[in-house]
């Protein structure tokens, strides 16, 4: 009777702890949105290679998975979630004092390892401690009041740090390690709801766990390239995700070439993130209006903003037609917005329940691999044309790539139920 009483007792602490340290813990706040002054003006970095770092960082985000699961099954789910916020604590630090490019993909490899470590560590802990009857309601609950915190804080601060990075580059940099490190004493407060066994740490082994990969990742392609559904969603994905990879960072140089003031620049990221949240609210609309059209619409929109961008640059090059580059980067983050919801949508609908987990690793695995390449390759470009001439390019080539991907879509995506092949549905 004490261990259920001791049991109750801790989960009660740990779903009452959960939604304040999320609302300090989600995402670096203070950071993203003067990331890019950061590495450009701070530690003279240019947009060439922060594509070329991005590629890096996409890479090891995909890379770092297999050793997060295996950590986190290894020490259990607090030790991880602190291990977690340390790692993100030597990320800022290294940003902070280390020079170049290389100081920023090493820093970059913490990031990915913690920030995986921690999230994977988070929903299980928080799944565990609310997992009694009614448990899945009361983690939505939980889960959307943390998130809801953290936006509330993260609007504040995505406003506030240019000001602040005006006075001091550094000042944003050392706010952002004082959260984190804020996360990382809240997170001594949890308590895991269930002991690490000696045959749960054996077969967390990372061999184990990089064999179990294999198969699955095996078992998972043969089933994306034997659907043909799945081929066209996959195909879909590596395009536009690694356009909007790319167009992120070619959006910031963009802001920088024609004269925004830094605290102007993170205002402009606040609204624009704003925007993207209400705009959710715009998926059904939306569906409703496009149905099977909907991923066109939304990558078409997207990729006309880019060719606009692109041309109207390349005629003015001054502050004076900002309004019009703004409305475009309104819309391309609508798009991106509406897709990222529906993506996940997708993914569901299209795989069973017992194939679900492998098939989004590897859907995610192309993805991200994709991205990387093409991040770098974007990188590049600038290397060769201005920005102006590198949004007029990647807009027309991911035009001409999207009417060939859309075309290939248009007889094995968004068809009705009983115009599939069974193929293309079951495993």
């Given at each position: ?32 949105s ?59 630090l290294?940003l ?11 820093a ?34 939980l ?21 602040l990075?005006?006075i ?39 061999k ?14 043969k ?8 081929k ?24 920088v070439t ?15 993130t ?24 939304l ?8 060719i ?5 640059t ?23 917005s ?11 609908n299209f ?23 093409f ?8 290397k060769l044309?201005?920005v ?16 060939l ?5 248009r ?17």
């Open positions: 009777m004490e261990d259920i009483a001791n049991i109750k007792a801790i989960r009660r602490k740990n779903a009452k702890l959960y939604p304040i340290y999320k609302m300090f813990s989600w995402d670096l706040l203070f950071f993203y003067i990331e890019f002054l950061f590495y450009t003006i701070t530690k003279n970095i240019t947009a060439t290679e922060i594509l070329i770092i991005n590629g890096f960082y996409l890479l090891f985000r995909i890379l770092m998975q297999i050793p997060a699961v295996a950590i986190t099954d290894f020490l259990g789910k607090r030790k991880s979630i602190i291990l977690g916020n340390v790692m993100l604590i030597v990320y800022i290294i902070i004092l280390g020079p170049g490019a290389i100081s920023i993909i090493i970059d490899l913490f990031f990915s390892l913690g920030y995986d470590i921690k999230t994977i560590a988070e929903s299980n802990l928080l799944y565990d401690s609310v997992s009694t009857k009614g448990g899945e309601g009361l983690y939505s609950k889960d959307a009041k943390g998130g809801s915190l953290y936006y509330i804080l993260d609007g504040i601060a995505s406003l506030t740090a240019g000001y990075f005006v001091n580059n550094y000042i944003p940099m050392f706010i952002c390690l004082g959260f984190i490190i804020i996360s990382t004493i809240l997170s001594f407060g949890f308590k895991d709801i269930y002991e690490v066994s000696k045959k749960e740490k054996i077969s967390s082994d990372l184990i766990s990089l064999k179990e990969y294999k198969v699955d990742l095996k078992e998972s392609f089933f994306i390239f034997k659907s043909k559904r799945m066209a969603f996959v195909l879909f994905q590596v395009v536009f995700y690694s356009l909007i990879e790319i167009v992120d960072t070619y959006n910031s140089d963009l802001l024609i004269g925004i003031q830094e605290e102007q620049f993170s205002v402009i990221f606040a609204v624009l704003l925007i993207g949240g209400i705009s959710i609210s715009l998926k059904r609309p939306t569906e409703k209006k496009f149905k099977n059209r909907t991923l066109a619409f990558s078409l929109s997207y990729i006309g903003a880019c606009v961008i692109g041309v109207i390349s005629i003015y090059s001054n502050s004076s037609i900002i309004a019009i580059i703004l409305i475009m980067y309104a819309i391309q983050k609508i798009s991106t509406i897709w990222y919801i529906l993506e996940s949508k997708y993914l569901k795989t069973t329940e017992d194939m679900r987990n492998r098939i989004t690793f590897s859907y995610e695995f192309i993805g991200g691999i994709a991205a990387s390449i991040s770098i390759l974007g990188g590049l470009l600038l044309v201005n102006s001439n590198a949004f007029l390019l990647v807009g027309l080539l991911s035009l001409a790539i999207m009417i991907t859309l075309d290939y879509m007889t094995r995506f968004g068809l009705k139920p009983e115009e599939y092949k069974k193929e293309d549905i079951e495993i």
